[in-house]
């Protein structure tokens, strides 16, 4: 048995499924569509909606991409995919083994373990190796083994299509509102609370560390107003990426003031919601003309969260 019918074994939907597939990284406004038609077409047949997720992106696996970043880890992948009202969440290990399988093995096996009766797709989605199942050869294979497929046209902003690449394009311009836009929500980082050197605290800021995989997609280095959340609490925050060039070349590092707070973070889990950039980073000459530009930054975080939609 092949680790992908293991995987499938464990799902046992009780009924027929539409399902749709892809990495959904980012969960943008793209994915979005396709799950809600799915949802749709799996009610008017009385059948289940899923998606299959998968674990591991197909181009790191294939080397294409060795150090793409993701915009969202698994687990916030998976918490964002159920919160759209599908029935069914499957995450399927994205292996060398999977990128060999032909497409109407993948098929095959989707119909024998799922039901399969229906996909839902982009009108550039393809699947198995060498990407051979294209949307002519899935509606042959669907009138073959009894599915329909639905072709869904991307979604469009300014014209673009709406992409993971596209979201990261943006992050790396510091454009937050334009990565709202695409995600159709505010994009968080979110991580464990740990001890950092304490400079913040010496300058009477102290600073909550997140613990972020190396993996993470980041917004460029600078100076962020931010919402923090903890044990469910909104508390509006300021948040510096970067390298802290003031004190000496270091790692790149996510610390985050929590205004108006009084309490113990570390070991704590942290989400961080991203609003809008402040300043890039910057070098300071000394701590207190550091200290100066961090009260300015404070005062200009909070008429930035006046405004701010994401709570």
């Known amino acids: ?19 749709t597939i ?3 990284d980012g969960v943008h406004l793209g994915h979005q569509a ?8 799996a009610k008017k047949i009385g059948a289940l909606s899923a998606v299959v997720t998968f674990a591991g ?6 080397g294409k991409h060795k150090e793409l970043p993701h915009l969202t880890s698994l687990d916030r992948r998976i918490t964002l995919l159920k919160s759209t009202g599908i029935d069914l969440v499957i995450t399927l290990a994205f292996t060398e083994e999977l ?3 032909p497409a109407l093995e993948f098929i095959r096996l989707l119909k024998k373990h799922l039901s399969l009766t229906g996909l839902v797709v982009g009108p550039d989605f393809a699947l198995g190796k060498g990407r051979e199942g294209d949307i002519a050869s899935l509606k042959a294979i669907g009138e073959k083994y009894g599915f329909n497929l639905i072709v869904v046209p991307p979604q469009l902003k300014a014209g673009h299509k709406v992409s993971s690449t596209l979201v990261r394009k943006a992050m790396a311009e510091s454009n937050m509102k334009k990565v709202h836009d695409l995600l ?8 464990n609370v740990a001890r950092g050197e304490g400079r913040g605290a010496k300058l009477g800021f102290p600073t909550a560390n997140l613990e972020i995989a190396a993996d993470q997609a980041l917004p460029a280095d600078g100076v962020y107003a931010t919402i923090a959340s903890i044990n469910g609490q909104a ?7 970067g390298t ?3 004190f000496g070349v270091g790692n790149r590092t996510v610390e985050t003031h929590l205004l108006d707070f009084n309490g113990q973070l570390y070991g704590h889990r942290l989400e961080i919601a991203i609003i809008e950039q402040i300043r890039p980073e910057e070098k300071f000459a000394s701590p207190d003309k550091l200290l100066n530009q961090i009260k300015e930054d404070v005062a200009k975080a909070r008429q930035v969260l006046k405004k701010t939609e994401c709570v």
């Not at 799950?35 to 077409?41: F, N, P, S, V, W």
């Open 1 to 19: 048995m092949t680790q992908i019918e293991s995987e499938l074994l464990k799902v046992h939907p009780p009924r027929p499924v539409v399902l």
């Open 22 to 24: 892809g990495v959904f």
């Open 34 to 41: 396709l799950i809600a038609e799915t949802i749709r077409q």
């Open 57 to 62: 992106h197909p181009r790191q696996v294939l």
């Open 99 to 101: 990128a060999s399988l």
């Open 184 to 191: 159709g929500r505010c994009f968080s980082l979110e991580g």
């Open 235 to 241: 508390i509006p925050s300021i948040t510096n990426i």
């Open 244 to 246: 802290r060039p003031t």
